[in-house]
Nanobody
C-alpha cells in the first residue's frame, strides 16, 4: 500500500506562485509515474502534469510555461511549482502515483487533495 501526503495549497493572488508537495511512503519496489491532477467545482478531474521514472514530462496546455513538475527521488516526493497563477487555476489539486508493488503488479494511489484558490 502506498500512502501520499500533500501540502502547499492555499490562497494566492492572481499572478502569484505556490508550490505543492506530495510525499509517497509505504511499500513499493519503484515509482513509475508521479503526477498532479485538479478538479474545479462542477468540472471533471483533469491532468495538470506528470513525470515518469525517465523524467519525461507531460503538461496540460493550460499550464505550459507556468507550472513545473519535478521530483526528489531520494525522498519519493513530487513537486508542482505553479507560477503566474490565474483564477481559473482554482481547484482541488490531487497527487497521483503509479508504483510497482510487485514484479507483476502496479498500484495507483491518490492523495487527499489540497485546495488552491487564486483570488484577489
Amino acid at each position: 500500500q502506498v500512502q501520499l501526503v500533500e501540502s502547499g495549497g492555499g490562497l494566492v493572488q492572481p499572478g502569484g506562485s505556490l508550490r505543492l508537495s506530495c510525499a509517497a511512503s509505504g511499500y513499493f519496489r519503484s515509482i513509475n509515474v508521479m503526477g498532479w491532477y485538479r478538479q474545479a467545482p462542477g468540472k471533471e478531474r483533469e491532468l495538470v502534469a506528470r513525470i515518469d521514472s525517465g523524467s519525461s514530462t507531460i503538461y496540460a496546455d493550460s499550464v505550459k510555461g507556468r507550472f513545473t513538475i519535478s521530483t526528489d527521488n531520494a525522498k519519493n516526493t513530487v513537486y508542482l511549482q505553479m507560477g503566474s497563477l490565474k483564477p481559473e487555476d482554482t481547484a482541488v489539486y490531487y497527487c497521483n502515483v503509479v508504483a510497482r508493488v510487485r514484479l507483476w503488479l502496479e498500484n495507483e494511489s491518490w492523495g487527499q487533495g489540497t485546495q488552491v484558490t487564486v483570488s484577489s
